[in-house]
């Protein structure tokens, strides 16, 4: 099974998609998400993973957007605890390091760890991973990266500290993403949507309203601004349902009132994966 991934190997999203499908699987890397999207649109791997929302820095929108343009089908979701670890070539010290290479995301989440070695210089970099690569490839004496542990495995670098993250509640979702044409329905009790409404007066309150009335729990609501149309709305929702028919009915009733509708993918909801890892944690 080939399964496209954000990043190099040993980037987090590698750690979900082992997580998700286990260990009998290829990994495809693309650099951009934009690619990704594009590997699964056009049928170039069976599956792809995108991370879509992170309890620090929160959605990533353009993610949800890339799913909706591409038409892709989300299959299912799986939650990453993420762990940043500070690794470096081997016989390397702490003391030693001049630089610190990451993506900026894991850089913000490592900041406090830093201050205690304020003579190391944080640098961007595109990918947690590539930054590890880099130093493996190159040989790199002084420089340092920060990534998953998986990593630093692939790349055969030395860990020099684990878990520098500042705030260990730090949890990234990803989402499962197919091909609609390759796409089989399973068993799903969620449901990831895009709506575009009238523009009139109550008309979010009322869409809310029908939801609650069939039942239906809203987990998730966010609003993104409609490109070339100022002042006019997207709204992702994500939602939770025992009873597939009211589901349906909820669908049936919200669509007459909306201007568009994008069912992004009913799926599982990944509880199991965040359950386990929060207890884990605890």
């Given amino acids: 099974m080939q399964v496209a991934i954000q990043g190099v190997k040993g980037a987090f999203h590698e750690v979900a998609a082992r997580n998700y499908f286990g260990n009998d699987i290829e990994i495809l890397p693309m650099l951009h998400f934009s690619d990704l999207a594009e590997s699964v ?8 993973i995108m991370a879509v929302e ?7 929108h353009a993610n949800l957007n890339l799913i909706r343009e591409h038409k892709l089908v989300v299959c299912g979701e ?3 605890r993420i762990r940043q670890n500070l690794v470096a070539k081997k016989g390397t010290k702490i003391e030693d390091l001049n630089e610190v290479h990451s ?13 205690q070695h304020p003579n190391v210089h944080l640098v961007d970099s595109i990918d947690t991973a590539l930054s590890m690569k880099e130093i493996a490839e190159n040989n790199l004496d002084k420089r340092g990266a920060i990534g998953s542990l998986l990593a630093a495995e692939h790349y ?30 399973n068993d799903s009790n969620k449901a990831s949507m895009a709506l575009v ?65 994008d069912i992004l993918g009913e799926y599982t909801n990944g509880n199991q994966s965040y359950s386990k890892i929060h207890h884990h944690d605890n």
């Fill in 41 to 48: 649109q056009n049928g170039d791997c069976d599956y792809g």
């Fill in 54 to 60: 992170n309890t620090i820095s929160g959605t990533i």
């Fill in 78 to 80: 799986e939650y990453l």
């Fill in 103 to 115: 993506h900026y995301m894991a850089i913000n989440q490592t900041r406090k760890f830093f201050k």
């Fill in 156 to 185: 055969d670098l030395e860990v020099l500290a684990e878990s520098i993250e500042t705030n260990k509640k730090n949890y990234t979702r990803f989402l499962i993403l197919r091909n609609k044409e390759t796409w089989n329905k």
């Fill in 197 to 261: 409404l009238d523009n009139h007066l109550g008309s979010l309150a009322e869409i809310l309203s029908i939801i609650a009335s069939h039942n239906i729990d809203l987990s998730k609501i966010e609003s993104v601004p409609l490109v070339g149309e100022p002042w006019h709305y997207q709204f992702y929702l994500d939602v939770l349902f025992d009873d597939k028919s009211k589901y349906h009915n909820m669908i049936t009733e919200i669509s007459s009132k909306l201007d568009r509708i």
